[in-house]
């Protein structure tokens, strides 16, 4: 059961309307490291949970993402009430009104035609929100592990939202809403590890004579040794060549006889003819000056 207090999570004060402002802020509102695919990412995983410690740990953090979902959208609303009345009452000039709403040069006077300068589920672009940016498998070990890069990219997408604003309320808003992707991110790791072994992600261990090789597959100058292919953990080839199996690299498969013959008659009827030289589209297209040039 969802309980909804009229009351913000932390007090959104804006100094000033700011319709460019507002759009950059969709990209948290409706967008792919947003409030709203986290809350989703979350709940969802939530409800698959069998473990009682990571189900309610997933269910609070997925509760503040909405809260916070609801704090981006009053910030965006706030600072769009401008926008809002003068689309509404159009009491300026043509050009004066779209010079007003197109804030920074964004799309800003999109959003307040199509969606009344309001909230809309969508990012900064326009582009509409998809259930495509909740990324759940229902494996912890893996999802809390994306859990912790989600929660890191949104910190970096309120850190450059910051830089682009000079109004204090709104940066202090901001600059809280950051630091619970840090907070989040604490409780991910906490719960992470938590569950030991968890590496790999799943149960199956992975085939050992691959599972500590560095292949060198990027060749040329630059190639680089650090602890990612070098050390006691790792065995490092210089020149792989296929197939590193040992194998000749080639696919095959093994059909019936029926179904050799009928492979055999495909082949057969769609051969190319290599002595042909037929006049194509492309040289009917040519024309005359097209021939005599070649």
Do not use: C
């Not at 809390?144 to 204090?168: C, G, H, Q, W």
């Amino acid at each position: 059961m969802f309980l909804h207090n009229k009351r913000l999570q932390y007090t959104v004060r804006v100094a000033q309307p700011n319709p460019g402002l507002a759009n950059l802020l969709l990209e948290q509102f409706g967008g792919a490291q947003g409030e709203l695919a986290a809350a989703s990412r979350y709940f969802t995983q939530a409800l698959a949970e069998d473990d009682p410690g990571r189900k309610d740990l997933l269910m609070d953090i997925a509760t503040e993402e909405l809260s916070h979902l609801e704090i981006v959208g009053s910030i965006i609303v706030m600072l769009n009430k401008g926008a809002k009345g003068r689309m509404a009452e159009g009491v300026e000039e043509e050009g004066e009104l779209y010079r007003a709403i197109n804030g920074a040069g964004n799309d800003s006077h999109i959003t307040s035609l199509l969606y009344g300068a309001g909230a809309p589920l969508t990012n900064s672009a326009g582009v509409p929100w998809s259930a495509a940016y909740v990324d759940t498998i229902g494996e912890p070990t893996a999802d809390f592990r994306s859990n912790i890069a989600a929660e890191a990219r949104a910190k970096i997408v309120y850190e450059r939202l910051m830089n682009v604003t000079d109004d204090p309320g709104v940066k202090e808003a901001l600059g809280f809403l950051m630091t619970r992707e840090i907070a989040h991110q604490l409780s991910f790791e906490k719960a992470l590890h938590a569950i030991q072994p968890n590496f790999p992600q799943g149960k199956l261990p992975g085939m050992p004579e691959f599972t500590n090789v560095y292949f060198n597959l990027s060749q040329g100058e630059g190639s680089t040794r650090g602890p990612w292919n070098e050390g006691e953990d790792w065995d490092y080839v210089e020149n792989p060549m296929p197939a590193v199996d040992g194998g000749d690299g080639t696919a095959t498969v093994q059909l019936s006889a029926e179904e050799e013959t009928l492979l055999l008659n495909m082949m057969v009827r769609t051969a190319s003819d290599t002595e042909s030289d037929p006049v194509t589209g492309a040289d009917l297209g040519a024309g005359a000056q097209g021939k005599d040039a070649a």
